[in-house]
């Protein structure tokens, strides 16, 4: 496989960073996971937008041209459909120290993974998932794809632990998101979802379910959502890049309405599936 390390592609095995890399030793970096269908980044755009977000936020400035840069890596790797993924640290030092020069130059680096076409595979071929709700122990800032994930990761794990597949985290009595994707509901016809802001991602997938919902004349709405409007809510979803929306299907081991994925989620799969076509 050809990976983008600094500038240069090159391949995986050649590809070392430096252990005095902030992003290894702090976790001191952004990214973003991006998906390539037939060769193409799907919301490449929004993508991108969001990294120059994250970017700014911590102040890291790293002027490459990413869609030339990604959309050539997706080639090298053969086209089709992959996952691309893209790091950047504040770069590296020869010591570990909290302060950093404004000079540093950041570490680039992106690679690919297969991935299959969800859409092409059909909705039959999209199983429901299994939650547990449990507390959000993240920072301040969640609105930066941080590659500061432990408190994703653990609540992940805790999900395994309990037999479950997705992870809700819930913070100050209302839910936020997903270890790795944005929260909806469905009630009587209408999809509710948190607000954006510092205690959630503003995640691409989310903000196409809205465009989508809008030009289908599906009403939407951003809101608190507390645990008892999620547990009596007709549907739940969960999305992101990877995933696109997907049902939830039982939380804290009661199922959502009949446990069964519902229509509005059939309904806005076909119309992703009719996006992605276009
Ligand atoms: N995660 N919320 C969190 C905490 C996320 O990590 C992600 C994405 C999302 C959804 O964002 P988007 O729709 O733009 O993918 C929401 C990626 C896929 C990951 O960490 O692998």
Redesign the pocket.
Known sequence: DTVFLNGEFIAQQQATVSVFDRGFLFGDSV???IPFYRGQGF?LD??LQ?LEHSLRAIQINADYDWKTILTRLVAMNGGGNLSV?LQISRGCSGNRSHIYAADMVPTVFACCSPIKNIYAAGADSIAGVRAIVTADLRWGR?DI?STG?LP?ILVMQQARQSGVDEALMIRDGLLT??????LMLVDKGVIYTPKRGSE?????????ILELAAEDGIPTQEVDIDYDRLMAADEVWI?????AVVPVLEIDGQPVADGNKGPLWARMFELFTRYQND
């Open positions: 990214y973003e996971v919301r929004e993508h969001r993924y969640c794809k994930l994703n998101e997903g270890a790795s994707c944005n959630i991602l503003g995640g691409t997938t989310r903000e196409l999305s992101s890049s990877t995933r």
